[in-house]
């Protein structure tokens, strides 16, 4: 019962490094999303997408990719990592029925840019 | 546009008393309004929500939420509080045609012994 799976947990990167963190659920949930998290500021979104192959920005898309070529899977990407891009990331997924259904969570994935 | 507000950063409250966190929210339309809490190092995980009818709505661990339409408030309420309650708490709202999630700011909530 695994539900949303982060990967990885923890991660510290150079300036204008690139990385992917990965993000897969088990429960065929057609919406998914990226999400920030600073310190009293709230959960931002990033990204997010309603199906395989659709994708669209929220309310912080710069500086981030993403790509979804699968119901399972939604990873974010980083090309140029900046100093400002350090934050801790969620991933979330919910299900198609219904705009009322809670999002599920991922426990995060805390990245460092030095 | 959609937002949400959570006026208190940080509630305090003695074990066994009430507590109260705080949500006010501006969505267009018919709100579905949601509460998430936060432990450390751990992801958000839902308490409860409001769709439509019943103004007290009852979730998980003994919380409930009163939504009022007029004040446009969705405040968390428990009873009793207890220590294993401490923690980070969001309210989030969207508009029910919306995809999207609007979260406030966050509460955390300390309840000392």
């Known amino acids: 019962n695994a539900g949303v799976t982060q990967t990885p947990k923890f991660r510290i990167l150079k300036i204008g490094q690139s990385m992917t963190l990965q993000c897969t659920q088990d429960m065929n949930h057609n919406y998914m999303y990226w999400y920030r998290q600073d310190p009293g500021m709230g959960l931002k979104l990033i990204y997010y997408s309603v199906g395989a192959g659709i994708t669209d920005k929220g309310e912080v898309p710069n500086g981030y990719n993403v790509s979804r070529s699968t119901t399972e899977d939604f990873p974010l990407r980083l090309e140029l990592a900046a100093p400002s891009q350090t934050s801790v990331y969620f991933c979330?997924?919910?299900?198609?029925?219904?705009?009322?259904?809670?999002?599920?969570f991922g426990d995060g994935t805390r990245l460092s840019i030095l | 546009a959609q937002s949400v507000a959570q006026p208190e950063d940080q509630v305090n409250v003695a074990e066994g008393n009430p507590l109260t966190v705080k949500c006010t929210y501006s969505?267009?339309?018919?709100?579905?309004l949601f509460w998430y809490v936060q432990y450390p190092n751990r992801g958000l995980q839902f308490l409860l929500k409001y769709i439509t009818g019943d103004n007290l709505v009852k979730g998980s661990y003994g919380f409930e939420a009163e939504f009022n339409k007029s004040q446009t408030s969705f405040h968390l309420k428990k009873p009793s509080a207890l220590v294993s309650d401490s923690a980070l708490y969001f309210c989030?709202?969207?508009?029910?045609?919306?995809?999207?999630?609007?979260f406030g700011k966050g509460t955390m909530l300390l309840v000392s012994p």
């Open positions: 979330a997924s919910r299900q198609w029925v219904g705009t009322e259904q809670p999002q599920h």
């Open positions: 969505v267009s339309g018919n709100p579905y």
């Open positions: 989030a709202g969207q508009n029910s045609g919306y995809s999207t999630l609007t």
